[in-house]
């Protein structure tokens, strides 16, 4: 297949007609598969009330069936042909989180097709806070079914080049809008819970989401690996570069002294680092994710890093880890996740 390539700006909002904009929504409703950016990730769309076009996108990706889909909305209204209610808590978590990186999981309605829920009673929606997205999905003028744009296993797409290097041939189309933004996806909370449950931590943080509506728990399958996460994407390896990954929780010296007995053994070595510790480390590839000190840069950074340790051609990666707080908690269990659980602790 011929993958068509759009490159377009962030100005759609200001403007009346936008060709490309057009000629990916006319494929989109011909039940194609077309990525585009999002604030979070790019996704990788494709019509959502068609069963046809839901199947593309997990043959393109490669993704396990039983791993439902996000549904994207530009507008309020199309919620309502999607879920069966919209709790007072979700009403003022929309009011505050929408457009943005928050997915809600809520009751579905008869007739979400069951490829997109993997055949479960609830439905994940969210609305995206980037113009390029919400000019597609309003010009397509359906609800977009949506993964990351990446290669089942892979670390998500943060640029259209990563998008093109996982699917090129095997999609419609890539809406080449620019580096995303926040960088991970989107926090998914549970709303048919008592309290409002963290499945996958991302760019709304805990702390937000209590500030706007109390009280939120955190699967608790997140944090132990034996109980099964209610999110299915959870237990599948993911975002992993292509060679081992270890997350270290110890000092620099520590993660120095782990690369220099790897290069003894011939390996090549890469380690993941931030821009205050950079100068600090040798190693065959030194790579950073931002600043420490500012972690939305880290989030920002990270796929596209562990994506360029592929490039870079090592062996081995050693990573820092981050404080589990704020956008750190989505952070550390995307490391942790890249890695398959392969923890040092010094
Ligand atoms: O930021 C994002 O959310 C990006 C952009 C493209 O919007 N999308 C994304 O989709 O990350 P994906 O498919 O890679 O991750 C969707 C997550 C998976 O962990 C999936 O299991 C979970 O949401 N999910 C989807 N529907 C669900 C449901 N009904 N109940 C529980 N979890 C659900
Ligand atoms: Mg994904």
Not at 127 to 144: C, E, F, G, K
Not at 322 to 338: H, T, V
Request: aromatic fraction near 4%; include cysteine; proline fraction near 6%.
């Amino acid at each position: 297949m011929n993958t068509k390539l759009w490159v377009v700006d962030k100005d759609v909002e200001n403007k009346n007609s936008y060709p490309q904009i057009e000629e990916a929504a006319v494929l989109l409703r011909q039940k194609e598969v077309i990525a585009f950016p999002t604030e979070t990730v790019y996704g990788l769309g494709a019509d959502a009330t068609s069963d046809e076009a839901v199947a593309k996108i997990f043959e393109a990706k490669g993704r396990p069936n039983d791993n439902p889909l996000i549904v994207h909305i530009a507008k309020l209204e199309q919620l309502n042909h999607l879920v069966s209610a919209v709790s007072p808590v979700a009403q003022q978590l929309i009011k505050h989180f929408w457009p943005g990186p928050l997915t809600l999981v809520l009751p579905k309605k008869d007739g979400v097709s069951e490829k997109v829920t993997a055949g479960l009673e609830t439905v994940a929606v969210r609305m995206p806070d980037h113009p390029v997205a919400l000019a597609l999905i309003a010009q397509a003028n359906v609800s977009v079914a949506a993964p990351s744009a990446n290669r089942s296993g892979r670390p998500s797409p943060t640029l259209a080049s990563h998008v093109y290097e996982d699917l090129n041939g095997k999609i419609a189309g890539i809406v080449d809008g620019g580096a995303t933004g926040v960088g991970v996806e989107s926090t998914v909370l549970d709303c048919t819970s008592d309290i409002p449950t963290i499945l996958r931590p991302g760019g709304v943080t805990k702390e937000q989401l209590e500030e706007v509506i109390g009280q939120v728990m955190i699967d608790p399958g997140l944090e132990n690996e034996t109980e099964k996460p209610k999110s299915p994407g959870m237990k599948y390896t993911h975002y992993a570069p292509k060679a081992p990954l270890t997350v270290v929780e110890g000092t620099r010296s520590y993660i120095q002294q782990l690369a220099k007995e790897k290069q003894a053994e011939g390996l090549k070595v890469g380690v993941l680092t931030t821009e205050e510790n950079h100068s600090f480390y040798q190693a065959d590839a030194v790579l950073s994710c931002g600043k420490r000190s500012e972690p939305a840069t880290v989030a920002a950074k990270l796929y596209e890093a562990l994506r360029a340790f592929d490039a870079a051609g090592v062996d081995v990666i050693y990573s820092e880890s981050f404080p589990k707080e704020g956008i750190g908690i989505a952070i550390m269990n995307r490391l942790i996740k890249a890695a398959g659980h392969q923890i040092i602790v010094e």
